[in-house]
């Protein structure tokens, strides 16, 4: 996709401005520029008034989606499972928890959604089972074929004492990653909660079994994976102890204490991630419909780790460096447009050849943009990760600007938190950003006709709710519905990429594509001041550009059109325009179809602008 690294440095009179300009090539597969919507199924809408989300709650708000636009939904896991991290510790991968519902749900939902167009991703949790999943227990009993479904070791003693075989840590801050069991005279390792013992992907059966999983679901109608923790399958063989990492403010029983070079990102993974694709591919060549099935894939690592897992057959390798930094240990810093700016290219000049690019800003593992970016940058962020080139994710809320929850310590569930203690436990908790879903100002923000839910629902939950933003004239949504209409033109599948700073706080990029009218999207990312700036650094924009969107908060309106030599933008603003019809006579002239676009997002009629290319006249 990005065959193209252009770099054209423009002398201005102050300074010098780097541009940067990606080709992108057409999409031809339907998940290339699609948009996948992450649903947090425990505190998505609970159907049956018990507090908690389930299937049938995730089935009757699927209208609702595809109004929004989303053509492709993630369910995080719903599988059967003790529930010691929310449903990221299996017991059973081929059944639903009664919590959530049954498999006669999950196959009404998967009917509900294809006929209304909508595709079902799932979460696959392969590291790791939950220690109440029957194979660990026959594991623990070395009954075959399960004696070597888990990593077991008899530890080493010293003077008399049995102690772990090394000093491998837990993700979850808990201390050592080993845990002694009586029944079998070994420890089991496991790299995230001791309820979460690690498989061993060395076992050929275990790579058999994972097959069979998938296979379950995609039989049951599903289009693809979510793969989670890859970075985590296998262990160095050695057992060798892991050097520490010098990094401030761990204790040693901290994740972060040690640098893993031993239990992360190991070459061997991605061969398993390979395997899992020929599986997939094979599966729609078997069934001869010709729809590929896909693989999204979770990993933090820096960018060459990650840009390695197309390689080996990832679909999409979920583009992080929005949230984490190169080693996915911090968050990433986006004070400045520059930093967003790098990122951006960073992204695009390590993309392989002809593979798509991928944008996420927020998930359920991090704090939301709304209070991480600021409430005043919500609309900012979701023209960026609309418009920008391939397949946007979005994590449920985040189309509404859903703020961070504060939770008490008695009130914190996620393992990551508990495992710290009253005095910490809020940088590590994950809970903030997984509380229920604030659909309307009734009990329990619409989530429930339960006053009480799983995790407490936002006290802002009576202006900050979806049933409001759909009754404004202006709202979040409102502009998440409005990108998401514009993502299905030409001009934004295949346009190509230009994007840099402009005015030094201004994050701009352009979308081009000849016998279209370009699109323009200009960020101002200072929080405090207004800028005035001039289009002139991108070379062939016409003279007048035309807001189709523009942020809730910058007061300018849609239709509003500038000379491109001269742009207000408010401290904050985000807008999206397109290049108008250049009147000036003898001048080459491009008919556009704004007017068409912005009728059809008022009057909220499908578009057909993808398809009538605006042609010379
Ligand atoms: C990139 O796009 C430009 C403009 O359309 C074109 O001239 C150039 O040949 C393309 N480069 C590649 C490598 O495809
Ligand atoms: C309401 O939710 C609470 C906590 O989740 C639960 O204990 C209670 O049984 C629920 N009430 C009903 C009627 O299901
Ligand atoms: C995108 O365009 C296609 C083809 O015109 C149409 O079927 C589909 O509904 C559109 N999707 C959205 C979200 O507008
Ligand atoms: C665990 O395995 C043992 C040994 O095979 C067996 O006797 C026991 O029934 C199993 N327990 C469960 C809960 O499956
Ligand atoms: C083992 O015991 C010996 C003798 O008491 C002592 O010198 C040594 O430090 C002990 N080793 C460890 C690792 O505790
Ligand atoms: C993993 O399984 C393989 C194949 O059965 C076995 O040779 C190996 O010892 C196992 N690894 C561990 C750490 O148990
Ligand atoms: C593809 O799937 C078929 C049917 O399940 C199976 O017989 C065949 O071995 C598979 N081939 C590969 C390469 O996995
Ligand atoms: C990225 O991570 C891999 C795996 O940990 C490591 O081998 C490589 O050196 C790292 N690359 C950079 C540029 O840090
Ligand atoms: C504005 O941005 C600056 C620099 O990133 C930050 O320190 C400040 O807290 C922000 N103010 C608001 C109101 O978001
Ligand atoms: C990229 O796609 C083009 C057009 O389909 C093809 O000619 C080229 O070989 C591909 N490049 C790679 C590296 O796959
Ligand atoms: C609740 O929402 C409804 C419709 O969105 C609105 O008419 C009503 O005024 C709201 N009530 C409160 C207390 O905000
Ligand atoms: C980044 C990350 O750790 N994601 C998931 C990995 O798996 C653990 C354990 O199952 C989950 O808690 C995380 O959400
Ligand atoms: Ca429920
Ligand atoms: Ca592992």
């Known amino acids: 996709?990005?065959?193209?690294?252009?770099?054209?440095?423009?002398?201005?009179?102050?300074?010098?401005?780097?541009?940067?300009?990606?080709?992108?090539?057409?999409?031809?597969?339907?998940?290339?520029?699609?948009?996948?919507?992450?649903?947090?199924?425990?505190?998505?809408?609970?159907?049956?008034?018990?507090?908690?989300?389930?299937?049938?709650?995730?089935?009757?708000?699927?209208?609702?989606?595809?109004?929004?636009?989303?053509?492709?939904?993630?369910?995080?896991?719903?599988?059967?499972?003790p529930l010691i991290d929310s449903g990221y510790d299996i017991s059973d991968y081929l059944s639903v928890n009664p919590v959530y519902g049954t498999l006669d749900d999950f196959d009404d939902l998967i009917a509900t959604a294809n006929e209304l167009g909508l595709k079902v991703v799932l979460d696959y949790v392969p590291n790791h089972t939950s220690d109440e999943h029957a194979w660990f227990n026959y594991s623990k009993y070395s009954v075959d074929p399960y004696t070597d479904y888990y990593i077991w070791n008899e530890g080493i003693e010293v003077n008399g004492t049995r102690n772990p075989p090394n000093n491998w840590l837990s993700v979850f801050n808990s201390g050592s990653a080993w845990e002694w069991v009586d029944e079998r005279q070994a420890y089991y390792l496991h790299q995230f909660h001791v309820k979460q013992p690690d498989l061993n992907f060395t076992n050929e059966l275990v790579i058999e079994e994972t097959k069979e999983i998938l296979t379950f679901w995609l039989d049951r109608g599903i289009y693809g994976f979510r793969i989670d923790s890859l970075p985590y399958l296998i262990e160095a063989a050695s057992l060798a102890d892991e050097p520490e990492s010098g990094l401030d403010g761990y204790e040693s029983t901290d994740y972060y204490y040690l640098e893993h070079i031993y239990t992360k990102d190991l070459q061997e993974n991605y061969e398993i991630v390979q395997i899992w694709r020929d599986h997939i591919d094979n599966y729609t060549s078997v069934k001869g419909d010709g729809v590929e099935r896909v693989m999204f894939t979770e990993a933090y690592a820096n960018i060459s780790s990650i840009m390695e897992y197309y390689d080996y057959g990832s679909h999409i390798p979920f583009n992080f460096f929005m949230i984490k930094d190169e080693n996915g240990v911090n968050n990433a810093v986006l004070d400045t447009a520059s930093e967003v700016v790098d990122i951006i290219v960073k992204w695009m000049e390590n993309l392989p050849d002809n593979a798509t690019a991928n944008w996420v800003f927020g998930n359920h593992d991090n704090s939301r943009i709304a209070t991480k970016l600021g409430e005043a940058r919500v609309d900012a962020v979701n023209l960026l990760l609309f418009l920008l080139p391939g397949v946007a994710t979005i994590y449920n809320g985040d189309e509404i600007g859903m703020t961070d929850t504060y939770l008490t310590w008695e009130e914190t569930e996620d393992p990551q938190a508990c495992s710290t203690d009253e005095s910490r436990y809020e940088s590590f908790s994950r809970d903030p950003e997984r509380t229920p879903y604030q659909w309307d100002n009734t009990t329990s923000a619409g989530f429930s006709t339960n006053a009480t839910t799983m995790l407490p629902v936002n006290s802002n939950y009576l202006t900050l709710n979806l049933a409001a933003q759909k009754a404004a004239d202006i709202s979040n949504y409102k502009n998440v519905q409005a990108l998401i209409q514009l993502r299905n033109s030409t001009i934004i599948q295949a346009g190509n990429l230009n994007v840099q700073v402009i005015s030094e706080s201004v994050i701009a990029f352009t979308r081009e594509l000849s016998d279209y009218q370009p699109i323009v999207v200009l960020v101002n990312w200072d929080n405090a001041t207004a800028v005035t700036l001039s289009l002139e650094v991108f070379d062939s924009l016409p003279e007048t550009l035309e807001v189709l969107i523009a942020d809730i908060n910058s007061g300018i309106a849609v239709g509003d059109q500038y000379a491109k030599t001269s742009i207000e933008l408010p401290a904050n603003a985000a807008i999206v325009l397109q290049g108008v019809e250049d009147t000036v006579s003898g001048s080459r002239t491009i008919r556009s179809s704004t007017t068409r676009?912005?009728?059809?997002?008022?009057?909220?009629?499908?578009?057909?602008?993808?398809?009538?290319?605006?042609?010379?006249t």
């Open 1 to 81: 996709m990005c065959s193209l690294r252009v770099i054209f440095f423009f002398v201005a009179v102050t300074a010098s401005i780097e541009a940067t300009s990606f080709n992108v090539t057409q999409a031809t597969l339907w998940w290339q520029t699609t948009t996948l919507y992450q649903i947090w199924p425990r505190s998505f809408k609970d159907s049956d008034g018990d507090g908690i989300g389930d299937l049938n709650g995730i089935a009757s708000k699927l209208t609702h989606l595809v109004d929004m636009g989303v053509e492709v939904i993630w369910l995080s896991p719903f599988f059967a499972s």
């Open 597 to 616: 676009y912005i009728l059809g997002l008022i009057c909220l009629l499908p578009l057909t602008y993808n398809h009538s290319p605006m042609l010379f």
